[in-house]
């Protein structure tokens, strides 16, 4: 049988400034690294940048469950470690700084300029840079936001072990996040606004059948209080426009995704929700410009999803713009 | 941090004659065993029927490198072997039998019947029946067929260590196969029909420096001599006409794939290849019926595209056939 291919593993190189790229990948999320595999597979140079460090919005799951493939489930982190480890078979520039724009953007060579003020040119880019949580948009998140208004269960919930804690949202993320946190905090109230759980069947019954839960339907947070961080919700009913207190130390919010902020200043064809729409190959209506992942109008965002999104992209962004150039 | 969940184990379960499932997979590679996995995650009753054991293609794929994950590559048979376990956790139902029909299939109820004369009922098929390699069409290859003549490199390649073997194709797949088979035989032919290699960049690199692998350009196989096996094989040129001759143990054909012929009796709408149009939810033009995976109208065939359509089939088999009638 075959000998075993011996796996060289490379550091990430550091871009420098000018230099030119056959693409830039904005977003390290798992569309983006699919996108830079695939990309490096098919030869071309290529830059990932990303505000944050590589894993996206998986990286802040708790268990991935539905990548199939991992037949114990594995952890959001965990994962995100192991896309990042396999781009380390092959040469790929990585810098962690947030797009701020895109200069000549219809050119056959855009210029990628970064909030640390640095500049790349490259012949295509693909958008990969995700989505952000929503915000309630009321004055209360501002005030306590990392002082017991979070948006990430996995990130925040450990200082909260033994405490009780509310989590705002009606949907499938608000389900996850309060499945999560029941397993270490004493007590947890779902503030519902809805009067049904829009979650995936396995997740909702385990929710609605958890003793550490108290679903609160139907009912608004109102405001926060607090010294210092939250001690103390109010709660308002959507029914009977009752208002009624509880005690908390900490309000996960859930209400929802939308597209990242960081390519707001494009001008891309977007749906009425604001993501960006493609065609099946993954382009936008700029040439040279693909996106991929959860920032594009599509049904169903999840890591296997934007996985084949980021492939698709690369494959075409080799085929439309890199060989046609050869 | 919350407990570490304990994964029970499950048996597949057979499924019984008449047996009522809310979806029926046919065929058990990538594709199918995530729509099989996203639809025991959303409570439906499953059954997938496959006439082969479970991995489709991927599993006579040596190793895997751009199923991003898996930092070190993966074989084939092991990413095939890992999503079974991972479809291990749910309670699905499972049998090796060739679907040979589907009854009433614009029916609301649709009856599967198979070649152990089985029959079962359901409300929704997702047909991942994937590809099959596409024959040469001349005389020699039944005649020889396992005794020299394969279609999988990965499965009967270890027969030939220290042999000398040919490939025949001018493609990905032929060149995957040429570069895994080139690691334990002595002597690689690959006979290209065309004057170029069709091949992901990397992959072509390999190829063409590889000192085993010997390309013959813009030849064909004219035709195979031997007494009980694959002894010699005469070549024709495209350019010159000249013929010539090898001694080789066995031809690998990888001359491209089909679309399983299992599904052929039912009046899909096609493309003009023979692949099942489906719109962006995998919807197929029957109500009821989905397809996914290689099998499907698309451009890019590979384990992440399929897992990705798996999926998103098995949401809308949810969310229109399922969901509709609780």
């Known amino acids: 049988m075959p000998k075993e291919e011996t796996v060289v593993k490379k550091e990430k190189q550091k871009p420098e400034f000018g230099e030119d790229f056959d693409v830039v990948i904005i977003g390290a999320g798992p569309a983006g690294m699919s996108a830079a595999l695939c990309s490096c597979r098919a030869k071309l140079k290529v830059l990932i940048l990303d505000s944050a460090l590589p894993g996206g919005e998986a990286s802040t799951a708790y268990k991935v469950w539905n990548y199939i493939g991992f037949p114990d489930g594995i952890l959001g982190e965990n994962l995100a470690k192991k896309m990042e480890d396999h781009l380390n078979n092959y040469d790929i520039s990585y810098s962690c700084e947030k797009v701020e724009d895109i200069i000549n953007i219809s050119s056959s060579i855009k210029t990628i300029k970064t909030d640390l003020e640095n500049e790349y040119n490259c012949k295509a880019v693909i958008v990969c840079s995700g989505l952000e949580p929503k915000e309630i948009d009321k004055p209360f998140e501002k ?77 608004e947070i109102d405001d926060v209080f607090g010294i210092d961080k939250v001690e103390k919700i109010k709660l308002l009913s959507n029914k009977t426009g009752q208002s009624t207190w509880l005690d908390v130390s900490c309000v996960f919010v859930y209400v929802g995704r939308q597209p990242s902020k960081d390519i707001i200043s494009i001008e891309f064809e977007v749906d009425e929700a604001g993501f960006i729409l493609t065609d099946e190959y993954m382009r936008t209506n700029i040439p040279g410009v693909y996106a991929a992942g959860d920032i594009r109008s599509k049904q169903i965002r999840q890591i296997a999803t934007a996985v084949s999104d980021g492939m698709i992209a690369a494959v075409n962004v080799e085929k439309d713009i890199i060989r046609v150039r050869r």
């Open 143 to 219: 005030q306590f936001l990392g002082r017991g208004i979070s948006y990430y269960a996995q990130c925040d919930g450990e200082y909260y072990q033994g405490k009780t804690v509310a989590v705002f949202g009606s949907g499938n993320c608000a389900s996850y996040a309060s499945d999560y946190l029941a397993e270490f905090v004493e007590k947890l109230y779902l503030i519902n606004p809805k009067d049904y759980l829009k979650a995936v069947s396995s997740l909702k019954e385990k929710v609605m059948n958890n003793s550490v839960i108290d679903i609160i339907w139907d009912t």
